[in-house]
Antibody
Framework: QVQLVESGGGVVQPGRSLRLSCAASGFTFSTYAMHWVRQAPGKGLEWVAV????????FYPEFLRGRFTVSRDNSKNTLSLQMRGLRVEDTAVYYC???????????????WGQGTLVTVSS | DIVMTQSPDSLTVSLGERATINCKTSQSVFYSSNNKTYLAWYQQKPGQPPKMLLY???TRGSGVPDRFSGSGSGTDFTLTISSLQAEDVAVYHCQQHYSAPYTFGQGTKLEI
């Protein structure tokens, strides 16, 4: 079965950087786009980034561009999110999620990891 | 960006009764080229990640019970739970997967 396991969360000071990882198993990782979605404490879901199955295309919401970078290593079945210039408002549980379409980008998320908590605080 | 608005924010329904949650999009999420509506629903139980229930507005995800159904067109959509079970207590989120940036509704908390 599909498994997605995030790691790398923790407490970080404003302005610092943090790198999250997601280890994928149970499916052919290189054939699916992958996403990051976050959820601030007690709040709704917010889409953060997508990377195509081959890693050639990425996209972010406007409010994050330039601070967050998504990447993947298909040889290691690993997804990453590099976060720079972190702000208090970036505090959230960060989920990696598998796209629902084979070799495309359906934009729906058919499997989710358990999430990793990032707390930005001085 | 497509704005998603759910109603109500919270809902209390008795066991065995029908639950209905609404979702409105700020623009159409229908692709005429393939006749598909790009609207998904997720269920999130306390302390758990979301689980996809429906995509393309009405197609159930793998293993989703048939008491969950989706309907609607244009910009107005509905998630219906036909006969509420205790395990359906959760927050329900709608999401448009028509175009990036993918956006979610604010969530609807369903209680018994």
């Amino acid at each position: 079965q599909v498994q997605l396991v995030e790691s790398g969360g923790g407490v970080v000071q404003p302005g610092r950087s943090l790198r999250l990882s997601c280890a994928a198993s149970g499916f052919t990782f290189s054939t699916y786009a992958m996403h990051w979605v976050r959820q601030a404490p007690g709040k709704g879901l917010e889409w953060v980034a997508v990377i195509s199955h081959d890693g050639k295309t990425t996209f972010y919401p406007e409010f994050l561009r330039g601070r967050f970078t998504v990447s993947r290593d298909n040889s290691k079945n690993t997804l990453s999110l590099q976060m720079r210039g972190l702000r208090v408002e970036d505090t959230a549980v960060y989920y990696c999620a598998k796209d629902g379409w084979y070799m495309g980008e359906g934009g729906n998320f058919d499997n989710w990891g358990q999430g990793t908590l990032v707390t930005v605080s001085s | 960006d497509i704005v998603m608005t759910q109603s109500p924010d919270s809902l209390t329904v008795s066991l065995g009764e029908r639950a209905t949650i609404n979702c409105k999009t700020s623009q159409s999420v229908f692709y005429s080229s393939n006749n598909k509506t790009y609207l998904a629903w997720y269920q999130q139980k306390p302390g758990q990640p979301p689980k996809m229930l429906l995509y393309w507005a009405s197609t159930r995800g793998s293993g989703v019970p048939d008491r969950f159904s989706g309907s609607g067109s244009g910009t107005d959509f509905t998630l219906t739970i036909s006969s509420l079970q205790a395990e359906d207590v959760a927050v329900y989120h709608c999401q448009q997967h028509y175009s990036a940036p993918y956006t979610f509704g604010q969530g609807t908390k369903l209680e018994i």
